[in-house]
């Protein structure tokens, strides 16, 4: 039988961390502010936003929740997101996905200021994941590295598996994975034999989106697995991509809820207060050059 990699003392360290840092940065007179945009229609997307703020709220960050119905132009939700890239104000941005299909989520994403995508959306962001330049990263891939790490696992030399291949997860995973020194296998829906390949992983990460994909006899007794997967089953549940079974094979498996996606939001709010930092880096940067050119 393994062990839960549970996130919640992890999460509750990130969390105090984010506080503090917020208190300071008040104390210095900068009030941390994050803006999310909320497109009606998505009842997840409307759970998530809402537990966001709450969040926001007990770590002394101000949050403003823009909710503007499905019908909204694209124009206009760019304007929006324009306008706080803009206001000096607003330090973070977040926009909540899907989107509804008359909006391109990447003209949405493009509006972001790269210093304020707390998601690691941005095209600057993106590529500063490929390269390991400065930026800001994506919450949960960062989540699933810091969750192994928490729980004493490293990565270096490692065979690593990862199912998924997507944007927000497996793509940013994979580059990230591999500036850890892991060797990465990436897995996706045209995979031929994707038990083999998770059998023979030091390391699983799942993202996928497919309830129980990953089935208790594809681990070993020295699996190690990272559940980032995230979907409705019956009643309401939440439930990962890996089944629970896989208790019983493996030697450690994070539990969704509860594990990857406990630990994202609140590296969410370290994100916005990195993001200050790169903002006012950026500042001081122009400044300088200034007074230079005088
Ligand atoms: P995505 O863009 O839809 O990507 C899903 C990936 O899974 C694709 O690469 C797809 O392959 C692959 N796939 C689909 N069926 C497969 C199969 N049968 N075998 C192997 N691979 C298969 O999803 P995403 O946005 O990256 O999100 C992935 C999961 O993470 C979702 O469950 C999402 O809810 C969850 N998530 C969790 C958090 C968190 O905080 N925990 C945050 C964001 C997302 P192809 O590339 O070939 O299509």
Known sequence: ????????ETAARVRAQAAEE??????????????????????ASAYYANAK??????????????????????????????????????HGIMVELPLPGHVSAAAVAAAID???????????????????????????PQSCILLLKAYGYSLEGKNVTLVGRGQTVGLPLFHMLQREQATVTVCHSRTADLSRHVKQADIVIAA???????????????SVVVDAGINEAE?????????????????????VPGGVGTLTTALLF??????????????????TKGGARA
């Open 1 to 8: 039988m393994g062990i839960w990699m549970n996130a919640k």
């Open 22 to 43: 917020a208190a300071r940065l008040r104390a210095e007179g900068v009030v941390p502010k994050v803006a999310a945009l909320l497109v009606e229609g998505d009842p």
């Open 53 to 90: 703020k709450k969040l926001a709220a007990s770590l002394g960050i101000e949050f403003v929740l823009a909710e503007l119905p499905r019908e909204t132009a694209e124009a206009e939700l760019v304007g929006l997101v324009s306008a706080w890239s803009r206001d000096e104000s607003v």
């Open 114 to 140: 790269p210093l304020k995508d707390v998601d690691g959306v941005t095209p600057a962001n993106k590529l500063a994941v490929m390269t390991g330049e400065a930026g800001l990263y994506p919450a949960t």
């Open 208 to 222: 996928v989106g497919r309830p129980g994909l990953l089935t208790a006899d594809m681990f070993h007794a020295g």
């Open 235 to 255: 009643e309401g549940r939440v439930v990962g991509d890996v089944d629970a079974e896989a208790i019983h094979t493996a030697a450690a498996v994070s539990p």
């Open 270 to 287: 370290v994100n916005a207060i990195r993001a200050i930092g790169l903002q006012q880096e950026a500042r001081r940067d122009v400044e």
